[in-house]
């Protein structure tokens, strides 16, 4: 291995949605000529590779892929009928990926002596695989926080009882958070804490997905509070490109943006949400008369959860009313597989996005300027919802969170894509937000000051 002066070692968090953002964190940094290790499971690895979108992997010369096997864990499948959308058939494999802590310090003793200083950027869901960096003298732990600053904020906030605050709005937008324990089942919250606790110990600062264009005041109060034993916050967002260029081959364009191609500007509603959650058989019927009702022009991504290993085992077949993809032929397009999200946000002819509110899907959604229809399921996604919907303003909520264990009626889906999609008003907000988080990103923008900043800290 080559002699290096600072050499960073990702480790993300084995699920979809904090693989992608540490996937692109490692393009943003390797940018720096920074040498980049990925650590990770062989089979999440590979997924995270098939599925990132806006760069290629195979391309970054200096981005190394270091995938370990982990004992085999038997993984239920997804069920749709669960009382709670919280994907707990996946929590086989974040146990699984606790065998990872081997195989990182042993990666750490060989780069260690390499290098003037490494690195090491972990999940904050991976702290206790990682807790070896306070065996390295030259090495350097950051935390990894896969929301939204003002989500992150909300945690510690609730956890020291709802204080007031003296910024009064911010307040008042906190308050509408729903408590956490409705979100997350009690055993993987126990995980959760115990990952806090040990990262405390050994944290260096803090890194967040988000911008401070959109995230400034809950940003500082991070850093006012210290937490996770470090008041040092970067707020390095979006990590997801801000910019797509047409595949050089036409051929290989996804069907779906040949079929964009076709609409007019800001005319159709995606409707997607994430790969942890399975919806009921009730529900897609609902949602289904919902779309067609809305008389919307609208791609819906049609997909169960992902199971724990998505290259085995056999996938739900969804079925949906009968008649229903005939009667919606030329203004609407069913997607039963993975589909190009980033792009489809970034069309001109996409107007809106009907969301579960996981963070890579905000983010990408307030990056491209489209406004959302926020319908969140399990763990941060109310929280992130509160954003969009309270404090940048740029969507409205399908239901009340209260409501989270009953089915939600075609009349709601119907009434929320016509509110959604015939507001000037929240589309212009979204538009400009948009323009301003991606301006962030260019020499002199806020975010490129923080990546600047961040880079020059770490090689200092």
């Not at 062989?42 to 981005?63: D, V």
């Not at 300027?369 to 941060?380: E, L, N, Q, T, Y």
């Not at 992130?384 to 075609?410: M, P, Q």
Request: proline letters at 5%; aromatic letters at 8%; charged letters at 20%.
């Amino acid at each position: 291995m080559e002699n290096n002066e600072v050499v960073v070692v990702m480790v993300p968090f084995v699920a979809q949605g904090h693989l992608n953002q540490l996937l692109h964190l490692s393009r943003l940094l390797s940018a720096y000529n920074l040498p980049i290790h990925i650590v990770t499971t062989t089979t999440h690895n590979r997924q995270a590779k098939l599925r990132i979108h806006g760069w290629n992997p195979i391309s970054t010369a200096n981005i190394h892929y270091h995938e370990y096997q982990i004992p085999q864990f038997e993984s239920p499948p997804p069920d749709p009928n669960a009382s709670t959308k919280f994907p707990t058939h996946l929590i086989p494999s974040f146990t699984a990926s606790s065998h990872l802590r081997e195989p990182f310090a042993k990666l750490l003793a060989t780069i260690s002596p390499t290098a003037r200083r490494v690195i090491v950027i972990h999940d904050y869901m991976m702290s206790t695989v990682v807790q070896d960096v306070v065996s390295f003298e030259n090495t350097e732990s950051y935390v990894f926080h896969c929301a939204s600053a003002f989500t992150t904020f909300s945690y510690f906030w609730e956890g020291k009882g709802r204080p007031f605050l003296d910024d009064v709005e911010s307040h008042m937008q906190l308050t509408k958070i729903p408590n956490f324990g409705e979100a997350v089942p009690a055993d993987f919250l126990e995980s959760i804490i115990m990952s806090n606790y040990v990262c405390n110990t050994f944290n260096s600062g803090n890194l967040h997905d988000t911008c401070k264009v959109i995230d400034h005041k809950f940003i500082d109060f991070l850093a006012k509070e210290g937490i996770y034993g470090s008041s040092k916050q970067w707020a390095m967002g979006p990590f997801n490109p801000v910019s797509i260029t047409d595949d050089e081959h036409p051929s290989k364009r996804h069907m779906v943006l040949e079929w964009l191609d076709k609409q007019s500007k800001n005319s159709v509603i995606y409707v997607s949400f994430g790969t942890t959650t399975s919806l009921s058989d009730k529900q897609i019927q609902e949602l289904a008369i919902g779309l067609e009702n809305s008389e919307q022009n609208f791609i819906w991504v049609l997909r169960d959860a992902d199971k724990g290993d998505i290259f085995k085992g056999d996938v739900r077949r969804i079925e949906l009313p009968k008649g229903f993809e005939e009667r919606v032929k030329g203004r609407g397009l069913v997607v039963r597989e993975w589909a190009p999200q980033l792009e489809i946000l970034a069309h001109p002819a996409t107007g809106g996005f009907m969301t579960h509110c996981g963070w890579n899907s905000s983010m990408e959604s307030i990056t491209m300027g489209v406004p959302m229809v926020a319908w969140p399921m399990h763990s941060d996604q109310p929280r992130n919802a509160t954003l969009i919907t309270e404090v940048i303003k740029t969507g409205i909520s399908v239901k009340d969170w209260e409501d989270d264990h009953e089915v939600v009626t075609s009349s709601l889906i119907e009434k929320s894509i016509k509110k959604l999609m015939g507001s000037d008003e929240i589309s212009k907000r979204a538009d400009k937000l948009g323009e301003d988080v991606r301006r962030s990103v260019e020499k002199g923008g806020v975010t490129r000051m923080e990546i600047d900043s961040f880079v020059a800290h770490i090689t200092r």
